[in-house]
């Protein structure tokens, strides 16, 4: 296993696929490397390649905003993305982009064990939940795989583009919320 310092090394070095060549800098999860909780989104846009930060531009205020309505903060939790290059255009990652990278995710998730995974968006959610996953009618749904509880939210710049979604959203984080608190019962029944 590999400490988060070595992890940021190689994503930092990757020449895994064609991204490699025109990202400003990969951008490696950020967060509490004990939290309980780990979101998940599909890749970083234009502002994270220039700042090598998840989440920093109008999406990543929208996400604080999510996160202040379930009590969090970004300290509480750690935010990643499948990709750790922006792919051109702000297009969505291509499966082999995809496979390149997804042994990092696989590192820095086995680096945290949170016991809630949270995709961040429908390409997140199909990459990770289910291939077929449908972000409009399962977002908030949980499943249980390989040891961690998943669900998926919809994608803050889907918020950007579609203000009506935050109230369910928001709902959607309480439910993390719920979750976790479900999973703390379990450990210590009465």
């Keep these: 296993m ?6 940021e090394t190689m994503i930092q070095q990757c020449s895994r696929c064609p991204l490699s060549q025109s990202r400003k800098q990969p951008v490696i999860g950020r ?46 939790v750690y935010i990643t993305n499948i990709i750790k290059c922006h792919p051109p255009g702000n297009r969505d990652p291509k499966p082999e982009e995809q496979e390149a990278c997804i042994p990092f995710l696989r590192a820095e998730t086995t680096l945290l064990r949170p016991p ?57 984080f309480q439910s993390i919320i719920q979750k976790l608190q479900e999973i703390e019962e379990s450990k210590y029944p009465l």
């Design 2 to 7: 590999y400490t988060h310092q070595e992890l």
């Design 31 to 76: 967060g509490s490397l004990k939290a309980d909780i780990m979101f998940v989104a599909e890749a970083p846009g234009a502002q994270e390649d220039v700042q090598g930060i998840p989440f920093v531009g109008p999406a990543g205020r929208v996400l604080d905003i999510l996160l202040a309505s379930a009590g969090l903060t970004r300290q509480d």
């Design 116 to 172: 809630v995974i949270v995709c961040l968006g429908r390409i997140a959610a199909q990459k990770l939940i289910d291939p077929q996953f449908k972000i409009t009618r399962q977002h908030g749904t949980w499943v249980h795989r390989k040891g961690y509880w998943m669900t998926a939210v919809y994608h803050p710049s889907a918020i950007l583009r579609d203000p009506s979604k935050l109230e369910e959203t928001k709902k959607d």
